[in-house]
């Protein structure tokens, strides 16, 4: 993913930066990376996406770290 796209899609998030603020900065990359998709390809509000987003991140980090 480019970094030009990376930020475009975290100024879609910007008026849900509390909900950001507090993850790890890996989180929150994956966490605005699967919310765009979900914004694009399923019919998700923006909070709605993001909330998913960062559920998603949250178990992809887990995972990660084993």
Same mark, same amino acid.
Do not use: H
């Given at each position: ?9 975290? =100024?879609?998030?910007? +008026?849900?930066?509390?909900? /950001?603020?507090?993850? @790890?900065?890996?989180? %929150? =990359?994956?966490?605005? +990376?699967?919310?765009?998709? /979900?914004?694009?390809? @399923?019919?998700?509000? %923006? ?20």
């Amino acid at each position: 993913m480019s970094g030009c796209f990376c930020q475009n899609m975290e =100024e879609v998030f910007n +008026e849900f930066e509390a909900d /950001l603020k507090d993850l @790890k900065p890996k989180v %929150r =990359e994956k966490a605005i +990376e699967i919310a765009s998709g /979900l914004l694009i390809k @399923k019919n998700y509000t %923006r909070q709605g996406a993001l909330k998913e987003g960062i559920r998603q991140a949250e178990e992809w980090f887990l995972d990660l770290e084993g």
